[in-house]
Each structure stands twice: as structure tokens, then as C-alpha cells.
């Protein structure tokens, strides 16, 4: 069976990831406090608004607003959304 976490971003017990996204103690807290699934869809938020605001990850700035995002998109707060992005329609 899959280890399970309570999901900070869900509020709700769910499927966890199966190893911690990053080394040290905030790697460890996310392991413990943020599910699988919050985790994808996290990546797939950063990407959006890597490629829409054409962010570079060697600009130290471009990181520190992404950890930022990353942390209030994982905590359920308000946060950053690419503009002009129109999701595609079924």
C-alpha cells in the first residue's frame, strides 16, 4: 500500500510522494505535508509560468519568486497565474 499524507494544499488525506523533492529539512516537510498530487500539479503550474513569463532559472530572483509561488501555491493561498493563458478547451 501507498503512504498516505494529510495534504496542506488539499485538505485531505492522500497519496504522498515517494521521496522528498529536495535534500535537507524543506525537502523533508514537503515529503511529510504535501501529497502526489499537489506535488504534479505544482510542476505543472511552475512550468506554466516559467514558459509565460519567460523566467530563467539562472536568475537568482527567478528562484525566489518561484519558491514563493511554490509556497503559496501548496498552502492553498492566493497565488501568481500567467497571464494571457487561456487553458485549451475539449
Not at 506535488?39 to 513569463?53: G, R, S
Request: glycine residues 6%; hydrophobic residues 30%.
Amino acid at each position: 500500500m501507498s503512504r498516505t499524507v494529510f495534504c496542506r494544499k488539499y485538505q485531505q488525506e492522500l497519496e504522498g510522494l515517494p521521496a522528498p523533492p529536495y535534500p535537507g529539512p524543506r525537502g523533508q516537510e514537503l515529503f511529510e505535508s504535501v501529497s502526489k498530487q499537489a506535488w504534479l500539479d505544482w510542476q505543472a503550474h511552475q512550468t506554466m509560468l516559467i514558459n509565460e513569463k519567460h523566467l530563467s532559472l539562472a536568475d537568482p530572483a527567478a528562484r525566489k519568486y518561484l519558491q514563493q509561488e511554490m509556497d503559496k501555491f501548496l498552502s492553498g493561498e492566493d497565488y501568481d497565474k500567467a497571464e494571457g493563458y487561456v487553458p485549451p478547451t475539449s
